[in-house]
T-cell receptor, first 115, second 113 residues
């Protein structure tokens, strides 16, 4: 099976712009979670989607949003970018809901740099 | 709120030796899951080992094993016969009723030839 894929792999944006990141889970996986990874804060949970519904959300401002499509592919959007949004954004997929109990399979990440 | 603490930001081990990475967590839940994830320099995070809290037996996966002490809320990872390919960031993670994983800050493991 193909692994989790994320596009694009690298992105440079300027403050105030918006960005959309994409994640394709492993075939058959219905849960997709997003994480932000920074040197200072480490790995922080953004949100989890299952069957096209957001099931869980981390402590991030409303500028961070996401969605999941019927084929389980997911996108996350960040509007009005700030310098502090520079990070590695990781997507992970798992078979079932409650990804905290399941093995999660991570993608390679999208490196976002905000100038 | 649950927290996960990895007290060793960096560790170093000689090839073929054994190293133990520490992890402690705080929770009031009795049923939960614990994980060790490895993130090599290429950045793709992979699962090393998974432990279900209701199982007293410590999980093992080849050269990787854990020492799970539920009462002490400790979940250390032991890597035996260390190999150069083990060099990576290792993250301890807690999965409970809140539905998402809570990660520690990570331990950077270096393996010396």
């Amino acid at each position: 099976k193909a692994g989790v894929t994320q596009t694009p792999r690298y992105l440079i944006k300027t403050r105030g712009q918006q960005v959309t990141l994409s994640c394709s889970p492993i075939s058959g996986h219905r849960s997709v979670s997003w994480y932000q990874q920074t040197p200072g804060q480490g790995l922080q949970f953004l949100f989890e989607y299952f069957s096209e519904t957001q099931r869980n959300k981390g402590n991030f401002p409303g500028r961070f949003s996401g969605r999941q499509f019927s084929n389980s592919r997911s996108e996350m959007n960040v509007s009005t970018l700030e310098l502090g949004d520079s990070a590695l954004y990781l997507c992970a997929s798992s078979l079932a809901l409650l990804a905290a109990q399941e093995t999660q399979y991570f993608g390679p990440g999208t490196r976002l740099l905000v100038l | 709120a649950q927290t996960v603490t990895q007290s060793q930001p960096e560790m170093s081990v000689q090839e073929a030796e054994t190293v133990t990475l520490s992890c402690t967590y705080d929770t009031s839940e009795s049923d939960y899951y614990l994980f060790w994830y490895k993130q090599p320099p290429s950045r793709q995070m992979i699962l090393v080992i998974r432990q279900e809290a209701y199982k007293q037996q410590n999980a093992t996966e080849n050269r990787f094993s854990v020492n799970f002490q539920k009462a002490a809320k400790s979940f250390s990872l032991k890597i035996s016969d260390s190999q150069l390919g083990d060099a990576a960031m290792y993250f301890c993670a807690f999965g409970g009723s809140q539905g998402n994983l809570i990660f520690g800050k990570g331990t950077k493991l270096s393996v010396k030839p």
